[in-house]
Every structure is written in C-alpha cells, then in structure tokens.
C-alpha cells in the first residue's frame, strides 16, 4: 500500500493510505494516544515488575508510523532496573516503508529519534540486555505463528472497513486461543458495537477502554487469566 504523509485534524503529522481513504492515528498527538489508549490500561510498568524471569510478550499489531512502540518503549525505560523483566516486543507490519518514512523524517515525527528505531527500520530486528524487537513483515496471519503467546496486544489494524478479517471472531477466537496459557489483555480503539460481540463471541471478556480526542471510550479484551489477576477492569456487555 502507498503511504503518504499528512497532518490529522488536531495538527500533527501522521501517514494515511490515500487509496483506502485511511488515516493512522487521526486524532490528536499518536505519541500521547499510544499511552492513554494501549500503555497505560494494559499496565505495562506493573507488568514488568512482576516476579517472573521470562521477559514480557508485548504484540504491536499494526506498527504503522512507530507511535504505540515509541510510547512503550518510553515507559520502559523508566522501568529499567534490576530485576525487572526483559521486554519482548513483536511489531506486526504488512507495509513497513511508512515506519521507515516516519524515522526519516525526525522534525516530523520527533518521538522516533532514538538510534533504536533508526536500526530496527534498516534490519526489523534489535536486541539488548533490557529489550528485544522483531517486526514481522507481512500479512499478520501468516506471521503470528513465529511470536511467542503475549501477555500484551496493542490491537491498532485499520479500520474495520478496510480490514474486516482483523475485526472477525474468527480473528479474535484465534487470538484468544493462542493466549490460552497468558493472562492477556488486548487494548485497541474501536468500541463499535459488532467489534465488542466479535470478542465476547470469540472468548474474550470485554470492558471499557479509556477515552482519546472526540472518542468517548475504547475496548479492553482480557482472557479468564488476566480476570482472575486484575480487577481493574470496568465491564461491559456488549450493546444489542
């Protein structure tokens, strides 16, 4: 897909593919919407302190312009500390000539101006004492066989219209299924109605997710793992 940039309705650049009519992160800053919308609920600092010596799985499903990993990776390095987990990030892209447009453009896109994302575009791959990334290049369905199960999903696909297998309970019972032995929260923006029963159907537990811009809440999908653990989660049924 062609990638071009643009500058979304609050004033900051971000990319859209002109032929689906599709914009990435259209409202407001994308770094402070990759904390409010997926950091933050999914918990991610409380996470990394967990006793536990197996590094935390973190999915970045649709990397696109780098702003959910950039606002990750920002958290955690103030997590950085003896005995915290190592953490496992696995960036999932089928066109990723717009993340490389985004790091080469720093005056643009200044949250990207770290050595860390100027290498991960030129190999897709980095690996340090407190970090490790892949980004699986290609259609997500394919790649997600060579991650390991997360405990993390940053669910950030275009939109159902343009992409309506990401949206399917079929797609969500898989998921579901490959986090079976995790506790796993899911975070993305989409509240539509169809989206929530696509989850709930597919075996997830659904609740509120928090606000950003002109959307009044988001979606958290958890399994019964990650509901037995927490209970920070605020519920909902998905409307009829």
């Known amino acids: ?44 600092e409380e996470r990394l302190c967990f006793p536990d010596t197996a590094p935390l799985v973190v999915w970045d499903v649709g990397l696109g312009m780098g702003a959910n990993a950039a606002a990750l990776l920002s958290k955690v390095r103030e997590c950085f500390a003896p005995g915290v987990r190592k953490l496992a990030l696995h960036s999932f892209e089928n066109a990723p000539e717009g993340f490389r447009c985004a790091v080469d453009h720093p005056d643009r896109f200044p ?20 970090l490790s990334w892949r980004v699986h290049v ?28 990401f949206w399917s309970e079929e797609s969500f019972r898989r998921l579901f299924e490959i986090c079976s032995s995790k506790a796993t929260v899911l975070a993305t923006y989409a509240n539509a109605r169809t989206v929530r029963q696509a989850m709930a159907n597919g075996g997830w537990q659904v609740a509120v997710g928090p606000g950003f811009g002109n959307r009044n809440q988001t979606t958290l999908a958890v399994n019964e793992n990650e509901r037995r653990r927490s209970s920070q989660y605020s519920w909902c049924a998905p409307k009829t």
């Open 1 to 44: 897909m062609p990638l071009e940039m643009a500058i979304n309705s609050s004033g900051f650049w971000t990319l859209r593919e002109p032929t689906l009519r599709e914009q990435m992160h259209p409202l407001g800053n994308p770094f402070q919407e990759g904390l409010c919308l997926y950091v933050r609920p999914c918990a991610v």
């Open 111 to 130: 949250y990207l101006t770290d050595a860390i994302f100027s290498a991960v575009s030129k190999s897709w791959v980095y690996d340090d004492e407190k």
């Open 138 to 165: 290609g259609d997500f369905f394919e790649q997600l066989a060579n991650a390991p199960a997360p405990e993390v999903i940053f669910y950030d696909p275009f939109s159902r219209g343009v992409n309506p297998l």
